[in-house]
């Protein structure tokens, strides 16, 4: 049993670090005045030192995923992924910790976690380069800013139309 107490300690570790879901409310804003001041390198790492902040998109907090949780049936496969939450305040702890482009990745990281994996996958094969026409790509930029506010993924997704168009690598340019 102790072989699998490990696994599921190291799954949970994991989780916290690499997953998606779907956003909440104001959280760095919530985690923040439950503070009472803006998270620092102090803070990190959050599961650590503030666990009662890391939540899976479904509420549950992090402390609820335990070895029996799972075997009694009680842990879903969405209570294992990341909230936008948890990577907003990743995010403000490396802006204060001096590593903004930390911050920016976990910015989108975040507004990416309200895309279906689905449809996500979709949008990650249409960049691949051959595979979309310009308005292709323009339409699911689009998408991604009006339909899921993912406005930092957008623009990436327009670039990268723009440079294909220079570069020759739209659908047709082979």
């Known amino acids: 049993m102790t072989e699998i107490d490990d696994l599921i300690s190291k799954i949970v570790n994991n989780v916290q670090d690499a997953s998606s879901s779907e956003p909440k409310p104001e959280p760095v804003k919530q ?3 439950a503070l009472n001041r803006e998270m620092t390198r102090d803070d990190y790492p959050l599961f650590q030192k503030h666990p009662e902040m890391v939540n899976a998109p479904t509420g549950k907090n992090v402390s609820e995923i335990t070895l029996e949780a799972a075997i009694n049936g009680q842990v879903k496969p969405e209570d294992l992924r990341i909230s936008s939450d948890t990577l907003k305040a990743q995010g403000e702890i490396a802006k204060n910790s001096g590593r903004e482009a930390i911050k920016s990745n976990m910015d989108r990281a975040a507004e990416l976690t309200s895309i279906p994996d689905e449809r996500l996958l979709e949008m990650y094969g249409s960049l691949r380069p051959y ?4 308005q292709e790509l323009l339409d699911i930029a689009d998408e991604l800013q009006n339909k899921y506010n ?3 993924t957008a623009n990436f997704v327009r670039e990268a139309a723009s440079e294909y168009e220079i570069r020759k690598k739209l659908k047709g340019d082979n």
């Open 131 to 134: 595979r979309s026409s310009k």
């Open 31 to 33: 985690a923040t005045q």
């Open 150 to 152: 993912a406005v930092i």
